[in-house]
């Protein structure tokens, strides 16, 4: 039996005040004053099921009345600065119709959902403590990827927007093997660019029940991205697998779809297009990227060794001594831009 790629629970890492600046100056900062510790002093819980009654390892909880009256109003202040510019007038359309709590994973998070009562629609969003390796990957995610996100730092608390997409794990289960031969092409495609973009960016941990898959209707037909959910693992493992999706059991359907639909000619083409595609992103947001590596650089993400093993991997992987000289995963992830950047200019 193959060994865990990863065997330890990661730390949370403090947010230091170079990182809260940033935040700052990138409108990061959340003018509401709510904690992640005001949503613990919840009075009671039940669990919550789905459809198909199985457990969700989310539970419902419940506060008394004065602790729900300024819990409510302080989570819709939050909605308006997540979603809209902050305007209070639409507190008053605003109904927290659940709060609830999962205390599977890292970060253990609460959900809120919020209903506008004029057209019962209603959005998610999440409310945790705040992880360094978490707001770098959330950051670097929005400035990289093709999607962008929607965050919010109070002090120690992280406010984030839900990712709307089909679960990886659920989408493999249960719409996969629905899929048209030219779907599962494209979705292929699709995890290779994937699988890409986690690397050269060091986002680790990217098991299928940490990432969605989101259909897009387009046309006669329908077009499947892949997006991170989880931004945890964000430059803290040693093994520099852990940031290949391609290399997690939890995936191997995906791999299988790579193997079966895509000759090797097609999946250097598709590699090569991310990382053309993450020059171009670097140097379009060149001072944003410069001024987080240099904080980055600065923090400590990662236990010492952690560092020896990706830096020493990446060098052999790449033969790029900016690896090796790396003295903090901020300089490691440095070095993957420089690299990329280098090989693959605009031209």
Not at 56 to 65: D, F
Not at 212 to 237: G, L, S, T
Request: aromatic share 12%; net charge neutral.
């Amino acid at each position: 039996m193959s060994e865990p790629l990863m065997l330890f629970k990661k730390p949370s890492y403090p947010v230091n005040d170079s990182l809260l600046d940033y935040l700052e100056r990138f409108d990061r900062i959340s003018k509401v004053s709510i904690f992640y510790d005001d949503l613990l002093r919840f009075s009671g819980s039940i669990n919550v099921y789905d459809k198909n009654d199985q457990d969700t390892l989310w539970t419902r909880v419940y506060y008394n009345e004065f602790e729900r009256n300024d819990i409510d109003l302080n989570l819709k202040k939050v909605y308006s600065l997540l979603y809209s510019d902050g305007n209070l007038e639409i507190i008053k359309f605003l109904n927290i119709d659940a709060i609830d709590y999962c205390t599977f994973g890292n970060s253990k998070p609460f959900r809120i959902k919020v209903r506008n009562i004029l057209n019962d629609n209603y959005v998610h969003f999440y409310i945790k403590k705040a992880d360094a390796s978490r707001i770098y990957g959330l950051e670097l995610e929005h400035i990289l990827s093709p999607d962008k996100i929607n965050f919010l730092v109070f002090k120690d608390t992280l406010i984030e927007e839900h990712i709307i997409g089909i679960p990886g794990d659920v989408f493999m289960k249960t719409l996969l093997n629905k899929c048209t031969e030219t779907e599962k092409s494209q979705i292929a495609k699709e995890f290779v660019k994937f699988n890409e973009r986690c690397m050269i960016r060091l986002l680790g941990d990217m098991r299928a029940y940490n990432y969605v898959i989101v259909p897009i209707h387009d046309f006669d037909h329908v077009v499947y991205k892949i997006r991170p959910i989880d931004f945890d693992q964000q430059c803290y493992e040693g093994n520099f697998k852990v940031y290949r999706p391609q290399f997690f059991k939890e995936n191997y359907p995906m791999v299988q779809l790579v193997k079966e639909k895509l000759q090797d000619s097609s999946i250097e083409q598709y590699k090569n297009e991310e990382r053309s595609a993450l020059a171009k992103r670097i140097h379009s947001a060149e001072n944003r990227i410069k001024r987080l590596m240099q904080i980055m650089s600065h923090d400590i993400l990662a236990p010492e060794e952690h560092l020896k093993q990706l830096k020493l991997e990446l060098y052999r992987y790449t033969n790029d001594l900016n690896f090796k000289k790396a003295k903090s995963m901020g300089n490691v992830m440095n070095a993957a831009f420089e690299f990329i950047t280098r090989n693959f200019k605009k031209h």
